[in-house]
C-alpha cells in the first residue's frame, strides 16, 4: 500500500508542478497537504504485489479484511502488524 501512497502522492506533486509552470502559484509552496493527500487515496484504486485495494465511498474504510498496518520512520517502513478490524 506504500506504492499507492507515493503514486498519488506523486500525482499531487505533478499537478502542482504543471500548475506552477502555467503561471498559477500554488498555495503551501507547491507540496500536496495532507487532507489532498487523503482524498486522493480514498478514490484510487491500486494494484498491489498481493492484492488490489480501494476505498468505501461512504466511510471512507478499506475494503477487505487482509490489511496491514505500516509506519514511516527514519525514512524506512516499519510493519506494525495487522490492521484494526473497523467499528460499525
Not at 6 to 34: F, I, N, Q, Y
Not at 59 to 64: A, K, N
Amino acid at each position: 500500500m506504500a506504492g499507492l501512497v507515493a503514486r498519488e502522492l506523486a500525482t499531487l506533486a505533478e499537478a502542482a508542478v504543471k500548475e506552477a509552470s502555467a503561471g498559477v502559484t500554488p498555495s503551501g509552496g507547491g507540496l500536496p497537504d495532507r487532507s489532498a493527500l487523503t482524498a486522493a487515496i480514498a478514490a484510487a484504486r491500486y494494484e498491489g504485489v498481493s492484492r488490489s485495494y480501494a476505498f468505501d465511498d461512504e466511510r471512507q474504510q478499506l475494503v477487505g479484511r487482509d490489511a496491514h498496518v505500516y509506519r514511516v520512520e527514519d525514512r524506512s517502513l516499519r510493519y506494525l502488524g495487522p490492521a484494526p478490524e473497523p467499528k460499525s
